[in-house]
């Protein structure tokens, strides 16, 4: 019965990440098409890429990866193009060739672009459209390996350091820490692995102090939570986020 109700519990946890995702990614891509420029910023190739992109987004709704990810593929090289040409101070252009690498899954091109805008723009919505990346790579480790939790702690924690009170970051963290049984043991086992390793320490002290205060382990939970703001002051976890 554990067993099975365990194995249930993961595919409802899967497909609300599914679920999440598609939604984050219908909107953000919604946002981006009717967010115009500034007239002095129009190139050709926006029209083109609009077209692409609203392709993209219908075949993969459809279900046809292949033709969806061939026209974010070619939306991304008139995005890159016109960056390249024009030197655009728009930021509306970069957040659209992010969405071309987010379709195609790039995450790590999407995560150098994002921090170079923020960089160069100083946007909030850069920086939300940063975290919400990071979380979006944590969900798709979590999809190809569910037990690489160290990783997924990894980009969690950069998710937060650029957006601290990102939800979704929030949510999966909690969803870590509230892992119960044998799968709670092989969790901490892992989380412990990444800490000894020197790799998001922050978060996962903050994680293993949740995990140990839900066991009664109230000595082990203090020790993790100083630990993890001596490591970070910045308050970017509390109960009362984690909560809310």
């Known amino acids: 019965d554990y ?16 679920l999440t995702t598609f939604l984050f990614f219908f909107f953000f891509i919604f946002f981006l098409m009717i967010r115009r420029p500034p007239r002095s910023t129009l190139f050709p190739y926006t029209t083109l890429f609009r077209s692409q992109m609203q392709l993209a987004t219908l075949y993969g709704l459809r279900g046809d990866r292949t033709r969806s990810r061939s026209l974010a593929s070619e939306a991304a090289s008139l995005l890159e193009q016109e960056i390249q040409d024009t030197q655009t101070a728009d930021v509306t252009t970069w957040l659209r060739l992010a969405g071309c690498y987010l379709l195609l899954q790039d995450y790590p091109e999407a995560v150098s672009l994002l921090k170079r805008a923020v960089t160069k723009f100083d946007d909030d919505v850069c920086r ?25 702690m990894e980009l969690l924690q950069e998710a937060l ?19 119960e049984g044998p799968a709670a043991d092989e969790a901490k086992a892992r989380l412990q692995q990444t800490l000894a ?35 970070n002051p910045r308050p970017a976890l509390t109960p009362t986020n984690l909560a809310s």
Request: hydrophobic share 40%; glycine share 6%.
């Open 128 to 152: 939300r459209t940063l975290g919400q990346t990071y979380v979006r790579w944590s969900d798709e480790v979590f999809a190809q390996t569910p037990e690489n939790i160290g990783r997924r």
């Open 197 to 231: 390793d020197g790799k998001a320490t922050a978060v996962i002290h903050f994680t293993l102090g949740t995990m140990e205060a839900s066991e009664g382990n109230m000595e082990a939970a203090l020790r993790h939570l100083d630990q993890a703001h001596a490591v």
């Open 161 to 179: 350091r650029v957006a601290p009170d990102d939800p979704l970051a929030l949510q999966r963290i909690v969803e870590i820490a509230g892992v």
């Open 3 to 18: 067993n099975q109700t365990r194995s249930q519990s993961s595919v409802f946890s899967m497909a609300r990440i599914f």
